[in-house]
C-alpha cells in the first residue's frame, strides 16, 4: 500500500508564486460545480483546461486540454508545469474562502495507481487550514509540492480569516514520474485490488453477460466470488 500523500522533493518561490497570483486576481473566479460538496466560498480559476477558456474549471479525464490565455502572463506557473515532465491536464488555482469548509468526499481515477497524480503547491495559506486524506492532517505549507491519492476521502477546512490558495496540477504518470515516485518511497509497481458496491458488481456483471466469452465467464464468476 502506498502513502495517501507525500511531499514531493522539491519547494517553489513563495514571492514569484504570488506575484503570478495578482495577475490571477483580475480574473473571474468561477464558483465550484460541486454545491452540496463544500460550506462558504469555493472558487477556481483555470490556467488549463478543456476549452482554453479561464472560467471552465470542469475536469473529465481522457480528454484533450489546452492552455488558457491566462497562463501566458504567468510565467512562474508555467516554470512550474514545465518542471513536471509529463502530459497535463487541468491546471487550476482553487480557492477555499474564509471560514469556508470542503465537505468529505472521493474524486474517481485520481490516484498515481491509476496513472494519474494531482499535484497542490499552496501559494496562500497558514495554520488554521486542515486538510485530511484518509484521515491524516496533511500539512502543507506555501512553496511546497505535494500529491496525494484524492482517491480516498478527503476534506479541508480553513478556519482562518483569509483565503487559502493553491495551484493544482493534474499529471499524467510516466517512467519519468515513476523515476520520482520511486525515490519517494512508491512502489510503482503496486496495483490496488478494485472493490465495488454491490449495485455496481451487479451493473458489472450485467453488462459482461451481454458478450458471453470465456473471459467474461470468468471476469463474472471472480466478481461473484467477491
Same mark, same amino acid.
Given at each position: 500500500?502506498?502513502?495517501?500523500?507525500?511531499? #514531493?522533493?522539491?519547494?517553489f518561490?513563495?514571492e514569484?508564486l504570488?506575484n503570478?497570483?495578482?495577475?490571477?486576481?483580475?480574473? $473571474? =473566479?468561477?464558483?465550484?460545480?460541486n454545491?452540496?460538496? %463544500?460550506?462558504?466560498?469555493?472558487? *477556481?480559476? *483555470?490556467?488549463?483546461?478543456? *476549452?482554453? #477558456?479561464?472560467?471552465? @474549471?470542469?475536469?473529465?479525464? &481522457?480528454?484533450?486540454?489546452?492552455n488558457?490565455?491566462?497562463l &501566458?502572463?504567468?510565467?512562474?506557473?508555467?516554470?512550474i508545469?514545465? =518542471?513536471?515532465?509529463?502530459?497535463? !491536464?487541468?491546471?487550476?488555482? #482553487?480557492?477555499?474562502?474564509?471560514?469556508?469548509? @470542503?465537505?468529505? /468526499?472521493v474524486?474517481?481515477?485520481? *490516484?498515481?495507481?491509476?496513472?494519474?497524480?494531482?499535484? /497542490?503547491?499552496?501559494?496562500i495559506t497558514?495554520? !488554521? +487550514?486542515?486538510?485530511?486524506?484518509?484521515?491524516? $492532517? +496533511?500539512?502543507?505549507k506555501?512553496?511546497?509540492? =505535494? %500529491?496525494?491519492n484524492?482517491?480516498?476521502?478527503?476534506?479541508?477546512?480553513?478556519?482562518? /480569516?483569509?483565503?487559502? @490558495?493553491?495551484?493544482? $496540477?493534474?499529471?499524467?504518470?510516466? &517512467?519519468?514520474?515513476?523515476?520520482?515516485?520511486?525515490?519517494?518511497?512508491?512502489? +510503482?509497481?503496486?496495483?490496488?485490488?478494485?472493490?465495488?458496491?454491490?449495485?455496481m458488481?451487479?451493473? @458489472?456483471?450485467?453488462?459482461?453477460?451481454?458478450?458471453?466469452?470465456?473471459?467474461?465467464?470468468?471476469?463474472i464468476?471472480? $466478481?461473484?466470488?467477491?
Amino acid at each position: 500500500m502506498n502513502p495517501s500523500s507525500c511531499q #514531493l522533493p522539491i519547494t517553489f518561490s513563495i514571492e514569484k508564486l504570488q506575484n503570478d497570483l495578482v495577475t490571477c486576481e483580475t480574473n $473571474l =473566479w468561477t464558483p465550484h460545480f460541486n454545491t452540496n460538496r %463544500y460550506e462558504g466560498k469555493w472558487t *477556481s480559476v *483555470s490556467l488549463r483546461s478543456q *476549452s482554453g #477558456l479561464e472560467t471552465d @474549471i470542469l475536469s473529465f479525464p &481522457d480528454k484533450e486540454y489546452k492552455n488558457t490565455p491566462l497562463l &501566458d502572463k504567468c510565467p512562474y506557473f508555467k516554470e512550474i508545469m514545465d =518542471w513536471f515532465q509529463c502530459e497535463k !491536464e487541468a491546471v487550476r488555482l #482553487l480557492r477555499l474562502g474564509p471560514d469556508s469548509e @470542503i465537505k468529505e /468526499h472521493v474524486d474517481n481515477d485520481t *490516484s498515481y495507481e491509476d496513472g494519474f497524480f494531482r499535484i /497542490h503547491v499552496p501559494i496562500i495559506t497558514n495554520s !488554521e +487550514v486542515f486538510f485530511y486524506v484518509d484521515n491524516k $492532517l +496533511v500539512p502543507m505549507k506555501m512553496g511546497e509540492c =505535494w %500529491y496525494a491519492n484524492f482517491q480516498l476521502p478527503h476534506s479541508v477546512e480553513n478556519k482562518s /480569516h483569509e483565503p487559502r @490558495i493553491h495551484l493544482t $496540477l493534474d499529471c499524467i504518470r510516466n &517512467d519519468w514520474s515513476d523515476k520520482l515516485f520511486a525515490e519517494m518511497g512508491f512502489d +510503482v509497481n503496486y496495483v490496488p485490488e478494485k472493490t465495488y458496491s454491490e449495485e455496481m458488481k451487479q451493473q @458489472i456483471i450485467a453488462e459482461l453477460m451481454k458478450n458471453p466469452t470465456e473471459i467474461n465467464a470468468k471476469i463474472i464468476a471472480d $466478481l461473484q466470488s467477491k
